[in-house]
């Protein structure tokens, strides 16, 4: 039930390309999904998140679309750049309890943005 | 602003000693966390500290260990190292009762 599943394991994209990761949860306790974008080498950088009770969230080139009802979520890199080559990570958070405050990772999504 | 700072960069121990790897939050942060990133294990979630307290703790065994200081730094203890401990050790901030969390670096710990 704490679990979340991410897919597909690697990508590669064409330059200018849609960038489509995908993630889906069980426990519907679950109420904040952030993506982290990690580089070789370095801690992951918090890139975009979305709440429950909303449907779509977009950053510049970055959207996450949220189905509560599928307890799916996904992440749409539009205009893929080479500089967007990176692992990626959905994670997900069991509410502001003040008791478990844990990010709940998904297992990452290598991907290369080709020329 | 200064993001979290972790040191050492690297570490190398054999099996059997002590590693203690240190974590500074993001000032103003109360609350700190530590993750374990093995080699094709994902991210897994070792402790978290808010205000001094150890708040919940992931499924590792009781070598590893931790404490929060006052200025809330926080300090991760790994004791009686094996072989599969080696991995990068990330610490990651947040303001207490928020979601947003922010990685430091971390710290590579070999086990030879």
């Known amino acids: 039930q704490q679990q979340v599943k991410q897919s597909p394991q690697s990508l590669i994209v064409q330059k200018g390309g849609i960038s489509i990761i995908n993630c889906a949860y069980e426990n519907t306790a679950f109420d904040y999904f952030p993506w982290y974008q990690q580089f070789p080498g370095k801690g992951p950088a918090l890139l975009i998140a979305?709440?429950?009770?909303?449907s779509e969230k977009k950053e510049g080139r970055f959207t996450i679309s949220f189905n509560k009802s599928a307890k799916q979520f996904s992440l749409h890199i539009m205009d893929s750049q080479p500089g967007d080559s990176a692992t990626y990570f959905c994670a997900a958070l069991l509410g502001d309890t003040g008791t478990a405050s844990k990010l709940t990772f998904g297992t990452g999504t290598r991907l290369q943005v080709t020329l | 602003e200064a993001g979290v700072t972790q040191s050492p960069t690297h570490l190398i121990k054999t099996r059997g000693q002590q590693a203690t790897l240190r974590c500074s939050p993001i000032s103003g942060h109360t609350s700190v966390y530590w993750y374990q990133q093995a080699l094709g294990l994902g991210l897994q979630f070792l402790l978290w500290?808010?205000?001094?307290?150890?708040?919940n703790r992931g499924n590792f065994p009781p070598r590893f260990s931790g404490r929060q200081f006052p200025n809330y730094s926080s300090e991760l203890n790994v004791n009686a190292l094996e072989l599969e401990d080696s991995a990068l050790y990330l610490c990651?901030?947040?303001?207490?009762?928020?979601?947003?969390?922010?990685f430091g670096p971390g710290t590579r710990l070999t086990v030879l």
């Open positions: 500290y808010d205000e001094g307290e150890e708040r």
């Open positions: 990651a901030s947040s303001l207490v009762r928020l979601a947003e969390q922010f």
């Open positions: 979305i709440r429950p009770d909303v």
